[in-house]
């Protein structure tokens, strides 16, 4: 009885100008290879769970781009929040609705805009990690073999990585580069990816203990799941919860997660600049993604251009971020793109389509 929930509810706003609240990143191919982030976690995760056993949980007005960029699901697989509310009552939802329908459900919760290499392994892993999920009492979180001291991914220390499920210790947030230096020289640190898998049955005895005010909210729509009635009931719920993530909210309480180590090329793409981290570089270390662009004299660049008919030309540039849309243009230092995002939400002039 093996299920996916999707989280797909975010903005992605650090991918601006590709990423917009009308088109959050998970629905854009920022990748250019012709699907975007929710089909790619679609196709990874279809080789070994059922279409009809997937769940996305996203906003109300992501709910058409959901259906039109993943044809094989149908309308009741689609669940929507009213409002933002981060992770905790995401999953909340997911957990009680999916236990009214299957009491023996086992889920693997993932956010839709990951990037994972090696498919093969991660598929072995996931299936080791649901089949074990399924025999224990225990909540499973996926721990990635840290390549390099990142400052923008959290920590997850653990007892024994040579055992394939070991206790979590303790999970670390976001540490600065000497801290994250320091972990990956200890070696019994991984980062965390931030995907999850329990039995329905675990995760909401594990809420009742540590979310106990988001788990008797959701707990009390048990009447109106899987009717008519449910999506007032749940926007109601949704509006009166606080928001917190599952991190803070149960995982980093609980006395029952354990992690499995793994590594198959994972990167959270948050940013511009994970993503040029990620991408094929030439000589100069630039990353050119469109059908015409010539580089001269030009280092450590990042240059996106949408527009397959126009002719870009960089010259004697360094260290810059250069991305062309249909309707904006955007150039800033590459290693400085956390400011734009300041910029353009603090712009009251600014028009909404914009954003």
Request: charged share 25%.
């Amino acid at each position: 009885h093996f299920y996916c929930v999707i989280m797909a509810g975010g903005i992605g706003s650090r991918f601006w100008p590709l990423s917009r609240e009308s088109k959050p990143k998970q629905f854009v191919d920022i990748l250019g290879i012709g699907k975007t982030f929710i089909q790619l976690t679609y196709e990874r995760f279809s080789s070994f769970i059922s279409p009809e056993n997937f769940m996305v949980v996203t906003g109300k007005a992501y709910k058409e781009q959901v259906l039109e960029q993943l044809p094989a699901l149908k309308e009741e697989q689609v669940w929507l929040e009213p409002e933002r509310r981060n992770t905790a009552p995401c999953l909340a939802y997911a957990a009680y609705k999916l236990r009214e329908k299957d009491p023996d459900a086992v889920m693997v919760v993932t956010p839709a805009d990951h990037l994972i290499i090696d498919t093969a392994t991660f598929s072995r892993v996931m299936q080791q990690s649901l089949a074990y999920a399924a025999g224990q009492d225990r909540l499973v979180t996926i721990g990635i073999t840290p390549t390099f001291p990142s400052t923008g991914y959290g920590y997850i220390e653990v007892e024994d990585k040579h055992t394939a499920f070991s206790r979590v210790l303790s999970f670390k947030e976001k540490p600065d580069y000497d801290r994250a230096k320091s972990f990956l020289e200890h070696g019994g640190y991984v980062w965390n990816s931030g995907m999850f898998v329990w039995s329905v049955n675990t995760i909401i005895r594990e809420m009742t203990v540590w979310l106990l005010d988001i788990a008797d909210a959701f707990a009390g729509l048990a009447e109106s799941y899987w009717t008519p009635g449910e999506q007032s009931a749940v926007d109601k719920v949704y509006v009166a919860s606080r928001s917190i993530s599952i991190d803070f909210g149960v995982m980093e309480k609980s006395h029952k997660v354990d992690v499995t180590c793994a590594d198959f090329g994972w990167s959270d793409l948050g940013t511009w600049t994970s993503l040029y981290e990620q991408s094929g570089k030439d000589e100069a270390e630039n990353v050119l993604s469109g059908e015409q662009i010539i580089a001269n004299d030009t280092r450590n660049c990042f240059v996106k251009e949408l527009n397959p008919d126009k002719l870009v030309v960089a010259d004697s540039l360094e260290d810059l971020l250069v991305v062309d849309t249909e309707d904006v243009l955007l150039i800033c230092p590459r290693t400085d793109e956390g400011r734009v995002k300041q910029i353009i939400e603090g712009s009251v002039s600014l028009k909404k389509e914009y954003k």
